[in-house]
């Protein structure tokens, strides 16, 4: 409220057999309503936002059915990722037919985790290859110059 407003309510209270009590009252209670009206205006607009559309796709890995919940627009990256999954994990269960789901999905987590870390060092290996032939290049070249 600004000052003009507090001056005339501290006069009209001198002036008028309303305690002061019932004008901070008043008072607060205004500031309760407005602070009610901000905060919906603010979830409004919080709910304005367009929400990730999220559906349910059922997957099937080995033989067993898993509803997962994922972002519509990834949901061909997660039916390719099922179907190498799956494929895996059957190869997995034709080499041991006596595995439980769940070891047969531990099994298969652990030996793609190595494929992962495998490849991952593959990529470090061929980006020092990369660096020892472009230095190894520029060497030729510098020494090309030289001679020239």
């Known amino acids: 409220m600004t000052d003009n407003h507090n001056k005339i309510t501290e006069k009209q209270l001198q002036n008028s057999p309303v305690k002061k009590s019932q004008v901070e009252n008043s008072q607060a209670q205004k500031i309760v309503s407005n602070n ?3 905060q919906s205006s603010a979830a409004a607009k919080v709910n304005s ?7 349910k796709v059922d997957i099937a890995i080995a033989g067993v059915t898993y509803p997962i919940y994922c972002p519509v627009h990834e949901q061909e990256e997660l039916r390719s990722a099922v179907s190498y999954i799956n494929d895996y994990a ?6 041991a037919p006596s595995l439980s789901q ?10 793609l985790y190595e494929k992962i870390q495998t490849h991952e060092r593959n ?4 980006g020092q290859q990369d660096k020892q032939s472009m230095a190894l290049l520029n060497k030729v070249i510098q020494d090309a110059h030289s001679i020239l």
């Open 102 to 111: 769940e070891s047969l999905l531990v099994l298969c987590c652990l030996n």
């Open 49 to 55: 936002a367009p929400e990730p559309q999220i559906k």
């Open 90 to 95: 059957l190869n997995l269960k034709r080499d």
């Open 123 to 126: 990529e470090k290996d061929h």
């Open 36 to 38: 009610a009206n901000m």
